[in-house]
């Protein structure tokens, strides 16, 4: 419900919408962008392992700026091309970045649908977006994992504001404590 329209050509790359964790980050994207209303112009979201762009699509559709990033040098092509298929200009671009290993940018809202083992080890990178009040929207988490990762982020000062399950999957929002 509320979810933009976007046209996605499938490839090897991750994402088309379907799977159960961009289903989950879709849902609290649309929700973080319709809170935010009239601030949309100026927020800033991070998609952090963008694969075919989906959820970075998503919330520039919604009016966010967006960047997108992945290691996989395909996935970002396809985001780009999908970005083009889409008709969203320099509100959204994608890179090829390494989330463990490049600074990542500020902004109001990182997305990250990533396994849990690579979320635990993004965590602490995340630690000077708290005092920014970055929300953070992780995704990838199969069921029993989702406690470690609230663990992880309680200690690094994040908790968790919501979660979700669909399947077998986990979505969490977290907020600066």
């Known amino acids: 419900k509320g979810i933009p329209r976007l046209q996605?050509?499938?490839?090897?790359?991750?994402?088309?919408?379907?799977?159960a964790t961009t289903r989950l980050c879709l849902r609290y994207v649309v929700?973080?962008?319709?809170?935010?209303g009239s601030r949309l112009k100026s927020c800033r979201v991070l998609d952090?392992?963008?694969?075919?762009?989906?959820?970075?699509?998503?919330?520039?559709?919604?009016?966010?700026?967006?960047?997108g990033w992945d290691?996989?040098?395909?996935?970002?092509?396809?985001?780009?091309?999908?970005?083009r298929l889409n008709r969203l200009g320099k509100r959204v671009c994608f890179r090829k970045r390494d989330v463990l290993r490049d600074a990542v940018p500020a902004a109001e809202l990182i997305v990250a649908n990533l396994y849990d083992h690579l979320l635990l080890h993004l965590l602490p990178r995340l630690e000077r977006h708290r005092s920014a009040g970055t929300t953070l929207i992780l995704s990838g988490i199969l069921?029993?994992?989702e406690n470690s990762i609230i663990r992880a982020a309680n200690r690094l000062g994040w908790k968790a504001e919501r979660r979700a399950r669909l399947g077998r999957w986990f979505c969490l929002q977290l907020s600066v404590r």
């Open 31 to 36: 929700q973080f962008m319709r809170k935010h």
């Open 48 to 67: 952090l392992g963008c694969g075919t762009g989906v959820l970075g699509l998503a919330a520039a559709r919604l009016g966010a700026r967006v960047e």
């Open 71 to 83: 290691s996989d040098a395909v996935a970002v092509q396809e985001a780009e091309r999908n970005r």
């Open 143 to 145: 069921k029993g994992q």
């Open 8 to 19: 996605i050509r499938a490839g090897p790359a991750f994402g088309t919408g379907e799977h």
